[in-house]
């Protein structure tokens, strides 16, 4: 096949969803298809936040990667671009000749897709990553309206696409209550497992070392923005510091919330207990995961979380805020749930574990068994017959027919 990606979120931005993208790429370029990517260009700025060296990432000899100008816009992870749609990117489409169109966003690049995919008469396929209605701190109008007139734009974009899916069950049903009608199915990000996986032959004491953690360290990693919630985590800490006072919390990743969550931790009298080390490459963040103890993630904001699974691949056990789509991807056979804000349970939750090494390998094991279900191949595979099923029933005039029965993984 010849598929055509469309996404506003690519590397060299930092995030679940461009590594799951570019995961993606790779995977379907091993599978034999041809794949162009259309995305936004970046400055050399936005590489140095990410400490990448100002290059295009190499997905496969059948990948190519076409940039527009962009503009920058603000965002948690400080790097975000926006295509300013001129809807006459489809010639660029055109050129390509694709058999299908894969929208990863609704907005922007998303919309030239849309706008190609119909001038084309091509079969437009959207995935919905995010929970739009929990970004309304980075609006510039009131978060209700914000909140409102953002979830209509998504469910409008997304009943312009021939079939939709997202990485869990929460943000479908958000959908489907506020007028969306295509077919849809759940169906999960992948994850990258020749880097994610445990490593019995490391040093471990000598990964501590590197990192500056101590036996008991909690991982949290991410980007850091407002609606991730770590200053819940960072006074989750200074509890546990009052039980067990070696306690370390190593945070991976950059953002607009970090110069406040340092200021939180100084406060808190947390200077050496806390360590922010800024933005890791995936292999420094899975040699992270193996030198702790547990990860955890308050967010309220996931539609699934990549650095949960990725935790969870290294063979972590996990604590996650019950709250949107963490609960679809932790259970009792991997890790813990605590109320959304509350840090005196978060606190409780880490220190059992942290107490009971028992508790935490049996845990690390379960969820190191419940990902490998969302490995590159298998969601490679899964993306395959989607692919086909889609160009299959807009041959034969069947898509849209919303009285079909979505099929649901």
């Not at 400080?78 to 694709?98: D, E, G, M, T």
């Not at 969820?367 to 899964?382: P, W, Y």
Request: charged share 25%.
């Amino acid at each position: 096949m010849r598929i055509a990606l469309f996404s506003d979120h690519f590397y060299p931005e930092i995030g679940g969803i461009q590594d799951s993208v570019a995961c993606l790429g790779r995977e379907l370029n091993k599978r034999g298809h041809q794949l162009n990517f259309f995305v936004a260009q970046w400055s050399e700025k936005d590489f140095a936040k990410a400490k990448l060296p100002v290059k295009e990432i190499y997905l496969g000899n059948n990948v190519k990667i076409t940039r527009f100008f962009s503009l920058p816009v603000k965002s948690p992870t400080q790097q975000s671009r926006l295509v300013i749609p001129n809807f006459l990117r489809w010639l660029a489409v055109k050129k390509f000749k694709p058999d299908i169109i894969h929208s990863h966003t609704f907005f922007g690049l998303g919309l030239e897709a849309a706008a190609a995919a119909r001038i084309l008469k091509v079969p437009l396929v959207g995935t919905n990553h995010w929970v739009i209605t929990e970004f309304n701190g980075y609006s510039p109008v009131a978060a209700k309206a914000f909140a409102r007139l953002s979830l209509k734009a998504v469910i409008w974009y997304y009943n312009h696409c021939d079939f939709v899916t997202a990485p869990s069950r929460t943000v479908l049903d958000e959908m489907a209550a506020n007028g969306f009608v295509k077919p849809h199915q759940v169906v999960s990000n992948q994850i990258d497992l020749e880097i994610f996986k445990p490593d019995a032959n490391l040093d471990i004491k000598k990964i501590k070392a590197e990192f500056g953690v101590s036996p008991a360290t909690v991982a949290c990693a991410g980007r850091l923005g407002q609606e991730k919630n770590i200053d819940v985590v960072i006074r989750a800490v200074a509890l546990v510091k009052q039980r067990l006072p070696n306690v370390r919390l190593a945070i991976a990743g950059h953002g607009s919330a970090e110069s406040g969550l340092r200021k939180l931790a100084n406060e808190l009298r947390l200077e050496e207990n806390v360590k922010f080390l800024g933005t890791l490459t995936q292999a420094g963040l899975a040699r992270l995961y193996r030198a702790s103890e547990i990860f955890t993630i308050a967010s309220t904001s996931e539609s699934q979380s990549m650095v949960l699974l990725q935790a969870m691949a290294c063979g972590l056990p996990v604590i996650g805020a019950n709250w949107r789509a963490l609960p679809e991807y932790i259970n009792k056979q991997n890790g813990f749930l605590f109320k959304p804000y509350d840090h005196r349970e978060l606190a409780e939750k880490i220190v059992y574990l942290l107490e009971h090494a028992e508790a935490r390998k049996s845990l690390g094991r379960g969820g190191l068994e419940f990902v490998q279900s969302f490995s590159a191949s298998e969601i490679g595979k899964k993306w395959e017959e989607i692919y086909e099923r889609v160009i299959e029933d807009k041959d034969v005039g069947r898509l849209g027919d919303v009285r079909r029965p979505a099929k649901n993984n």
